[in-house]
């Protein structure tokens, strides 16, 4: 009540790098009410991150600007390792290639943080007038847990303040004290003309000021040191400790983890019955200005041990050899949940950190923000229903360990000083062991595979026990990108660029050869169901709620054949797959063919093969806004995809 004149948005964002901006452009996209914040006055220019890889480009794909990322970029696929030969010398093995590198239409590549941050800033731009409101800082948190369910109400309170010229530093080292103007070791740089738009800025009119701004969800995107996990008290800090473990709990010597309200812990049996165990324990210094602060040396032992038994609990816990322990300074650490309440979320660095090595904590931090930006979106437009928002921890949790586990791995390559025993026949053990590392965590780090289990927005099965039918279509995996010729004119696109980043989910229709017309008659009742003439009311099309000022229906039907593009007519195809528009005409860009094309080598017409299914028979499947597959099944299984749809999207609310 002593807010009484507080504003109101639906999502507020504070942070505005990688994670965030890519939050931001859900926002943008779904045309959901939103405001972004960051403390400092411009976004990057130079240094931090650059490496990108394959699955963040297919984003940028979908999103639209990968094409700008390729022009600038520098691809980085082979790489060399030079270790001492016999003699002493540096020699050169290499240069290795990943086997998988062809996987993808992208290949990793650097480019510097600050341009990634333009692109993205840029297709916020084209979609809306949201803006990030820079050297505007949240200072107070209120939290009104009892309105957490009604999905009407603003349970989040934050006090914004805009800082004050002298407050407010840019985002660049180079510029460290200066504030809007442009830091002079830029001026003379190469620095793209766009991003000087963005340096010149409103300096001289700059008032400070405070706002009470209330909010449906809150995301908390503001790195490492995060004010947001501190204001809900997630902790990030820990500790590790290597001993003999007497206790009852039967996995202590399997790689694992355990997880309960009170956190989560790694286990890593070691050699000597020593176990390894990360720790997640808070010490907090509650200063008197209320911020707190991760105080190290006031970590023992004693407390590591406490947490550990907090957490096994009902096993017992307890060691008499200790070899080792430490408090986390820098580097590896993780919070033990991702979301408060499905109203407060933290991505990106707020969440988990690590050493640069592994060149992923731009990657992981985008795709955390373009995982919980979707879900978000949608519940916030009143689309999707809130039960999906949980799915964002579920998800994003276990990849943020797989992080730790392989910067683990790999870190330990590059602080492991010992001599190398010599290349007897091409590679060294220190050599070795890296490319052994860098096979093993390939599908992760390339984000080439996901690991989402099942959830609202992953049917596993479908008919309870009858296993997915396409073989390499697996929920809770990226679709498997392919080149498709476009029915209509023959031009040709990537699967990538198709599924565009919209907020819509996907039906695609894999049709199979429709030139056969038992075939044929499958895609034309698929197609009347589709219609809502099989069952009135039961079309997804119509029966789901719209995207307020964007799309009639949250789902986007797309059609993919396997017969020859030569011998099959656009209008060989149900007219409620052709997408009829009063104004703009059919949907030329909904059918396409798995065919090969002449004059282009990537469409291969292999599409089906790749993806593991039937030329003859094809398939039917839900792809997320995300382009993670949500579903799949035969084009019979009509009603086992409407229950999957009826999952996560809400129904229209009908008179009767
Ligand atoms: P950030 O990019 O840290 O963005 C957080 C934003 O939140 C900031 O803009 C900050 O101003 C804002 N903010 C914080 N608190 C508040 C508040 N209370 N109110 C308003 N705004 C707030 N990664 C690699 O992969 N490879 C590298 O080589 C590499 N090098 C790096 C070098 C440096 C010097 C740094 C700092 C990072 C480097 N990283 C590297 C890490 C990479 O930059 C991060 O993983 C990535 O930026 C994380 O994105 P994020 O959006 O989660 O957080």
Known sequence: ASYASASQTDVLIIGAGPSGLMTAYWMARCGVRARIIDKKSTKVFTGQADGLRVRTLEIFDSIGFQHRVQHEGHVAVEANFWAPGPDGTLIRQGPFCSSKVNESPFHNMLLSQGRIERFILDSIKQYSNLEVERGVIAESFEYDEIVKDDQNAYPITLKLRTLSEDEVTPSNNSGEGRSHSVPDKLKDSDLHPDDLDDLIQDSKSRQTKTEIVKAKYLIGCDGAHSWTRKQVDIPLEG?????????????????????NASGTILVIPRERRL???????????????????????????EMIKERVQAILKPYTFDYKVCEWWTAYQIGQRIAPTFAKDDRIFLAGDAVHTHSPKVGLGMNMSMQDGFNVGWKVALVAAGVASPAILSTYNAERHHLAEMLLDFDRHLSGLFTDNKPSKGIPEGGSDKTE?????????????DGLKAFYGASPLVCKFVNEDKLNPGHHLVPGERFPPVKLRKQADGNTQWTTRIFESDGRFRLVILAGDVRNEMQKHRVDTLSRFLSGQLKEKASPL??????????KSPIDVVTAHSASWKET????????????????????????????????????????????????????????????IGWVGELEHMDEMTRYLDGALIKVVTEE
């Open 569 to 628: 007519e656009f209008f060989d195809f149900p007219e409620i797959l052709r997408d009829l528009d009063a104004t703009l005409g059919w949907g030329y860009d909904k059918i396409w063919c798995d065919d090969a094309c002449i004059w282009d080598r990537d469409c291969d017409g292999k599409g089906y093969e790749k993806w593991g299914v039937d030329r003859m028979r094809g398939l039917m499947l839900v792809v997320r806004p995300d382009q993670y």
């Open 275 to 301: 176990v390894r165990l990360y720790v997640p324990v808070q010490v907090v210094d509650v200063a008197k200005n209320g911020n707190a602060r991760f105080n190290r040396s006031s970590i023992t032992p």
């Open 542 to 551: 119509s029966r789901y709620n719209a995207i307020p000022g964007r799309f």
């Open 239 to 259: 500790g590790v400790i290597d001993i003999i473990p007497i206790t009852d709990f039967p996995d202590i010597r399997r790689l694992g983890t355990v997880t």
């Open 433 to 445: 062991n890296m490319i052994k590392v860098l096979e093993t965590f390939e599908d992760f780090a």
